[in-house]
C-alpha cells in the first residue's frame, strides 16, 4: 500500500491549509485512515481520524480548528486546518489500517510561522 500526502506548506498564524492523501496499491478495503503528525523533538501523535463508516474524531488540540473528511472506499482522506498555530508546525503523516496493519505515507511539512 502506497500512501502520498499533500497540501504542505508555510502559513501565517490564523491561516489555513488543505492536505490531502490518496492511497493506493490495494485492492483491499481500508477500514480506518488517519492523520498523524510529528514536530522536532516531539513523539508523533493523531490528529483525526476517519472510519468506513464515517466515524470522525480529533485530537483535544486540534478539535474545532481542523476538520477530516473523505471517502475510505474511495482511498482518499483531506485535513482542512483552520486558524492554525505555530505549535501546529510538523510533519503532517497519513495513515491507513488494512487489515489490522498500518501503513504510512511520507510526510508533509507545515509551517506555521509569521
Known amino acids: 500500500v502506497q500512501l502520498q500526502a499533500s497540501g504542505g506548506g508555510l502559513v501565517q498564524p490564523g491561516g489555513s491549509l488543505r492536505l490531502s492523501c490518496a492511497a493506493s496499491?490495494?485492492?483491499?478495503?481500508?477500514?480506518?485512515m488517519a492523520w498523524h503528525r510529528q514536530a522536532p523533538g516531539k513523539q508523533r501523535e493523531l490528529v483525526a481520524f476517519?472510519?468506513?463508516?464515517?466515524?470522525?474524531d480529533y485530537g483535544d488540540s486540534v478539535k474545532r480548528r481542523f476538520t477530516i473528511s473523505g471517502d475510505i472506499a474511495k482511498k482518499t482522506m483531506y485535513l482542512q486546518m483552520n486558524g492554525l498555530k505555530p505549535e501546529d508546525t510538523a510533519v503532517y503523516y497519513c495513515?491507513?489500517?488494512?487489515?489490522?496493519?498500518?501503513?504510512w505515507g511520507q510526510g508533509t511539512l507545515v509551517t506555521v510561522s509569521s
Open positions: 495513515k491507513a489500517v488494512l487489515s489490522g496493519t498500518d501503513y
Open positions: 496499491g490495494t485492492r483491499f478495503p481500508i477500514s480506518t
Open positions: 476517519i472510519t468506513r463508516s464515517g466515524r470522525t
